[in-house]
């Protein structure tokens, strides 16, 4: 349809509005994390990576050139990893509504609270969410090098492309070691959980033994 080069336009938009969402998340976390928020440092800076990979898309050079094609190969991955960006999104977003929506009713956290930890409930969504995002993270590692790797022979040589490629890798690693460290928590607080409830049965028990 476009012969193999995006349109400007659609992209720039796009690419701005990837700016504004994250400049959003880094805010309300900050304001979150200012009001007792325990919500990792990670993540913040997470975003502020984001924030500043959105910002140098937008510099790129992305008109219709003879050439086009081989110069937009940076941006087509650029906005593969971010469609699957929004889709793991959108299964977290999904996930921490229904785990905080649980735990404010039964008393136990705040709305400025986010969710890890004790939520170690719904394994079913875990199960689904936890493997989307390892996938995210393997892919979003694999276009940070695929950047670098047509930043350095020469397909796509514009310093965009190399320090997007290094953001990508370092957001990556980031968010891995992150991920893994909630996984080992929610894992030992359930683990606790079982423990209290069967020391609980058992005290229940002994009252009805010795009567």
């Given amino acids: 349809m476009w012969d193999g080069c995006l349109p400007a336009l659609p992209v720039q938009l796009y690419q701005a509005w990837l700016l504004y969402l994250y400049t959003g998340l880094a805010l309300r976390e900050n304001i979150l994390r200012a009001n007792g928020s325990d919500i990792r ?12 990979m959105a910002l140098i898309s937008l510099t790129w050079e992305i008109e219709r050139e003879p050439n086009c094609s081989q110069k937009q190969r940076g941006v087509q991955l650029f906005l593969k990893w971010a469609i699957m960006q929004g889709v793991a999104m959108l299964l977290q977003n999904r996930y921490q509504r229904q785990r905080l929506y649980t735990r404010i009713a039964l008393g136990k956290a705040r709305r400025m609270d986010v969710v890890w930890g004790e939520t170690a409930g719904v394994d079913g969504q875990l199960l689904l969410l936890f493997p989307v995002l390892f996938i995210l993270q393997g892919f979003e590692a694999y276009v940070g090098v695929l950047l670098l790797k047509t930043a350095f022979i020469g397909v796509v ?28 928590t929610k894992s030992r607080v359930k683990a606790k959980m079982k423990r209290g409830k069967s020391r609980q049965d058992l005290k229940s028990e002994s009252p009805a033994k010795s009567s």
């Fill in 157 to 184: 040589s514009e310093w965009q492309v190399v320090t997007c490629g290094i953001l990508l890798i370092i957001m990556a690693a980031g968010n891995f070691a992150n991920t893994v460290k909630t996984l080992v």
């Fill in 41 to 52: 440092p990670w993540w913040i800076k997470h975003h502020y990576c984001a924030m500043a």
